[in-house]
């Protein structure tokens, strides 16, 4: 059962959020009267508001943020779980530490301290998978090379056009892309590496 609590937590987050998905009223950046949720225009964030973009109780809310707790608690776990995988005792602190941090961030994103939350942790988040895809490219995990760096250029491409507001149309779609990826990558990680990959390499 420990085994697969990464796996359990993050299964359980995304059905959640999926029917959050199913309980959202309506109204995306594009069309405030659209009906229902869109995967192509709705941002993650209109899941978590008070009220829906067409004015209606977000009846979202609620499945949304607990979606979300499962998701943060079992990528801190990673986290945490994958930090003993390197022997690096500096890189180890810096996953841990980063991990768990940006999941208390992940918390305080689903409340109006939102905006405030989201550049803190994109920050940790990159930082940790940062340390995480440096360690992996001293390894024989050639498969992984190229995942990690597909599923960072997304990271960032999504947390750039946020930040900098350009391509806004896309956006959505990109935010999805890069959970979906990274959801794959944690798992990927979590039940096809271990500690054996990492010996050695502590530089």
């Known amino acids: 059962m420990r ?5 359990l937590g993050t299964l359980t987050g995304i059905i959640l959020l999926a029917v959050a998905m199913l309980c959202y009223p309506g ?4 069309d405030a009267h659209s009906v229902g949720y869109s995967f192509w225009h709705n941002y993650m964030s209109n899941l978590f508001s ?3 973009m067409d004015g209606a109780d977000n009846l979202a809310r609620p499945w949304a943020s607990a979606g ?5 608690l079992s990528f801190g776990y990673f986290f945490i779980k994958f930090s003993k995988n390197i022997d690096n005792k500096g890189a180890s602190k810096v996953i841990r530490y980063c991990g768990v941090a940006a ?8 409340t109006p301290l939102h905006d405030a939350m989201l550049p803190i ?3 940790l988040t990159l930082i940790a998978c940062f340390y995480i895809t440096v360690f992996i490219f001293k390894t024989k995990l050639h498969l992984f090379k190229v995942f990690s760096v597909v599923m960072m ?13 350009t391509y806004l149309d896309i956006l959505p779609v990109i935010q999805k892309l890069s959970a979906i990826i990274n959801i794959a990558w944690v798992l990927c990680l979590e039940y096809f590496t271990d500690r054996r990959d990492f010996e050695g390499v502590t530089r």
Request: aromatic share 20%; with cysteine; hydrophobic share 55%.
């Open 103 to 110: 999941v208390i961030c992940t918390f305080l994103t689903v």
């Open 27 to 30: 109204g995306s950046p594009p």
């Open 3 to 7: 085994k697969n609590l990464i796996l």
């Open 68 to 72: 979300m707790f499962f998701l943060a």
């Open 50 to 52: 008070p009220k829906a």
């Open 121 to 123: 942790l994109s920050t």
């Open 153 to 165: 250029l997304l990271f960032y491409a999504s947390v750039y056009l946020y930040f900098s507001s």
